[in-house]
T-cell receptor
Framework: AQSVTQLDSHVSVSEGTPVLLRCNYSSSYSPSLFWYVQHPNKGLQLLLKYTSAATLVKGINGFEAEFKKSETSFHLTKPSAHMSDAAEYFC?????????????FGTGTRLQVTL | DVKVTQSSRYLVKRTGEKVFLECVQDMDHENMFWYRQDPGLGLRLIYFSYDVKMKEKGDIPEGYSVSREKKERFSLILESASTNQTSMYLCASIRGGGLAGYNEQFFGPGTRLTVL
């Protein structure tokens, strides 16, 4: 079975400081991993995805994530937080059932950015 | 741009009512999904459909059914709404095929359903 664990339900950073949102996954085979972001009262938007090419993945708005198979991790980082980054972030693993690809979501990390 | 639309942003229903949530996508995607989102639980898959008239149960199908009569439309049905079905419901679609696991799912804006 595939699953993801987001290690922090809430992260608070100051504007201009680095962001680290942690995610560990469990998968019986090579996974496809995603980070989605949900801003207040808005739909989910794809930040980035890992699909077995480069292990360091760059996404939108300066975010990136590194796939580490030995640690079964896919942590999301950004060098310098901006107020507009305040949102909820979901780590997601995809797997193919034989009929369709399904996503399993983590429980989310709410990022707060303070002045 | 892919567009996934949902029939209502907010809906208030009474216990025991039959509720229909509609989702339409305009990108000819094969696969469509219904999730519910609850605080602290993330998104949980209710049902999905990989083709017209084809459906599979997700992780929490109890109390729900679905219908997909046309490729672009996927409906979620609450046969007899209960208060524990108060939630945010999200529809999504994705291009199918063998490499679908690499593709992005596109989400609708959500329907916040309150059952009184």
């Amino acid at each position: 079975a595939q699953s993801v664990t987001q290690l922090d339900s809430h992260v608070s950073v100051s504007e201009g400081t680095p962001v680290l949102l942690r995610c560990n996954y469990s998968s019986s085979y090579s996974p496809s991993l995603f980070w989605y972001v949900q801003h207040p009262n808005k739909g989910l938007q794809l930040l980035l995805k890992y699909t077995s090419a480069a292990t360091l993945v760059k996404g939108i708005n300066g975010f990136e994530a590194e796939f580490k198979k030995s640690e079964t991790s896919f942590h999301l980082t950004k060098p310098s937080a901006h107020m507009s980054d305040a949102a909820e972030y979901f780590c997601v693993v995809s797997y193919y059932t034989g009929t369709a690809s399904k996503l399993t979501f983590g429980t989310g990390t709410r990022l707060q950015v303070t002045l | 741009d892919v567009k996934v639309t949902q029939s209502s942003r907010y809906l208030v229903k009474r216990t025991g009512e039959k509720v229909f949530l509609e989702c339409v996508q305009d990108m000819d995607h094969e696969n469509m999904f219904w999730y519910r989102q609850d605080p602290g639980l993330g998104l949980r898959l209710i049902y999905f459909s990989y083709d017209v008239k084809m459906k599979e149960k997700g992780d929490i199908p109890e109390g729900y059914s679905v219908s997909r009569e046309k490729k672009e439309r996927f409906s979620l049905i609450l046969e007899s709404a209960s208060t524990n079905q108060t939630s945010m419901y999200l529809c999504a679609s994705i291009r199918g095929g063998g490499l679908a696991g690499y593709n992005e799912q596109f989400f609708g804006p959500g329907t916040r359903l309150t059952v009184l």
